[in-house]
């Protein structure tokens, strides 16, 4: 590994599309995908939620986070195709927190934004959309660019 994925707290590898990381951040529960060799491949926005400052995903191998995973009722499935052995994914119970379609994507649009210091085009493209999408998702949710809903007061 190079100086610089060593540095990078959860890796993000080119194996994983836009859409696929965008399916795997829909689940409610937290998703941490390992590859064969027990190297961590991603990890959703839920499963980052509950493990920040807890866990480096990106020193970590599967033989060292299975356990603290389990503590949190974690559990694994393979990952297969045919006798193929792929890796395994681990799956965490979901924390509280919206239930709607719409109030989950705000919440992943608004941590997006906060993970980017509120630069619309990093944003946009790192949810795969463009940057009038989001612009117009904004919109609908009554965000301002700098974080405050339409109501709140400009003090």
Known sequence: MTAQQNSHPTPL?????PLAKALLDGFSEGVVVFDAAGRVLYANIQAR??????????AETAADLQPRLAALG???RPLRVGTLELGEALFLPPV???????????DAIVASL??????????????????????RRLKAYGLHRDGRSRWASAS
């Open 13 to 17: 590898p080119s194996v994983f599309s």
């Open 49 to 58: 939620a509950q493990l920040e400052g807890d866990v480096d995903l990106g």
């Open 74 to 76: 974690g559990r694994i």
């Open 96 to 106: 509280e927190g919206p239930t709607t379609l719409a109030a989950r994507e705000k």
């Open 114 to 135: 906060d993970a980017h210091g509120w630069k619309l085009a990093e944003t946009a493209k790192s949810l795969g959309i463009s940057r009038t999408t989001l612009w």
